[in-house]
């Protein structure tokens, strides 16, 4: 009994073997995966919603990710809204902020991202949210292990000021802040996913936050093809691998691998009413 709760079906990486790799991920045991609709941009918000109409036990998101913020239009928050009356359409995301690379500014990051917010509350769906902060000054962190710093002040601002009051709650993608961080999120109703960085051996600050979630606010993903778990790291993720993060966390959590695959699911179950 598997989850993969943050998947990227549609990306070139995919090409060769897609529909293999999707096989593999059902017979690994994924019962249920969620895939994102980022896309290419804006103009690429139903990109993940073809999985989810040809496989039952797949489901879909659509957001635009701040890297694309630049590229937002009017016409990207109305389409948006059409693709969350999908019956397969169970959340709004990965949205967020990026202060690591900075491919969008940082005020027009923070606009798209509220005026996304306003649409998932409108639609009455919970959200997936990206955060990254920008590295610290002479840091050799590696990438999403890394300290987090001020995205994480703006997210939790803006999350408190634009969405705590909707009660919808939502998704912190791919975990990677501290306890202070994991427990604000926690507060403002969300749950932490975490992804295969969770298996690396820096990662201590993911691995504090996954040995202190509460077993009913956890969920697991792979975020492939990117981060894949040991022993496959440096290899292109792929859904199937979240087993090997489910069992790294049952680990830590001194549960079985079984155990923490059923609750995950669970966890996703009632997050999103299905």
């Known amino acids: 009994m598997l989850l993969d709760s943050h998947a990227h079906l549609d990306g070139p990486q995919f090409a060769a073997d897609r529909d293999a790799m999707i096989a593999r991920a059902h017979d690994s045991g994924i019962e249920l995966l969620l895939a994102i609709g980022n896309g290419d941009g804006p103009d690429d918000l139903a990109c993940a919603l073809p999985f989810a109409e040809r496989y039952d036990w797949v489901y879909a998101s659509a957001g635009v990710h701040p890297h694309e913020a630049k590229l937002v239009e009017e016409r ?17 995301g990965e949205i967020g902020l990026d202060y690591w690379y900075e491919h969008s500014p940082r005020d027009l990051q923070q606009q798209v991202f509220r005026r996304q917010l306003a649409v998932a509350a409108q639609a009455k769906l919970p959200i997936l949210i990206h955060c990254r902060p920008a590295p610290a000054a ?24 634009d969405w705590a009051a909707t009660g919808l709650g939502g998704v ?8 202070a961080q994991a427990r604000a999120s926690l507060d403002l109703g969300f749950l932490l996913s975490f992804a295969g960085n969770l298996t690396y051996p820096k990662a201590l600050n993911i691995q504090e936050a996954a040995r202190m979630v509460p077993l ?20 292109r993720n792929e859904p199937a691998y979240v087993a090997d993060t489910t069992r790294y966390f049952a680990n830590l959590r001194g549960i079985t691998p079984e155990e923490a695959g059923a609750q995950a699911l669970a966890n996703f179950r009632r997050l999103f009413g299905i």
């Open 216 to 235: 009913d606010r956890y969920l697991l993903e792979t975020d492939c093809p990117y981060l894949a778990p040991a022993p496959h790291r440096g290899q």
């Open 76 to 92: 990207h928050y109305a389409e948006l809204l059409r693709l969350a009356a999908h019956p397969k359409l169970i959340a709004i």
């Open 172 to 179: 912190m993608h791919c975990f990677t802040g501290d306890l």
């Open 138 to 161: 002479g840091s050799a962190a590696l990438p999403h292990t890394e300290t987090p710093t001020d995205a994480w002040d703006d997210l939790l601002r803006i999350l408190r000021e």
